[in-house]
């Protein structure tokens, strides 16, 4: 399966972007979707991940109430981030998972097989 990232870029403190990722599997319910992120000198972390069923939406903290992740019946996901901070600055990264659970969502980047690219965000204060 392959994905591909796109959306980043370079905003302002305060603004907003759209992230997208398309997975050349388009089957329904097949996986869950993540979105990770790594900062410069940081390990990856977990962001955001909607799960096979699509009933279930998983945030970090950091991001809650500024982000929201969805999906279309393409299999292609989204990520609106809002309100972004410099914080926020990292490579954004998609993932797809077949081996969780219908309804859940993992937050262990070693539980996801398929990666995308990498899309950078770049947030200016």
């Known amino acids: 399966v392959q994905l591909q990232a796109s959306g980043g870029g370079l905003v302002q403190a305060g603004g907003s972007l759209r992230l997208s990722c398309a997975a050349s599997d388009r089957t329904f319910g097949g996986y869950a979707m993540t979105w990770f992120r790594q900062a410069p000198g940081k390990e990856r972390e977990f962001v955001a991940g909607?799960?096979?069923?699509?009933?279930?939406i998983a945030y970090t903290d950091s991001v809650k109430g500024r982000f929201t992740m969805s999906r279309d019946n393409t299999n292609t996901g989204y990520l609106q981030m809002n309100s972004l901070k410099p914080e926020d600055t990292a490579a954004y990264y998609c993932?797809?998972?077949?081996?969780?659970?219908?309804?859940?969502?993992?937050?262990?980047?070693?539980?996801?097989?398929?990666w995308g690219q990498g899309t950078l965000v770049t947030v200016s204060s």
């Open positions: 909607i799960s096979k069923s699509d009933r279930k």
């Open positions: 993932a797809l998972s077949s081996a969780t659970g219908w309804n859940s969502v993992s937050s262990r980047a070693s539980e996801y097989i398929y």
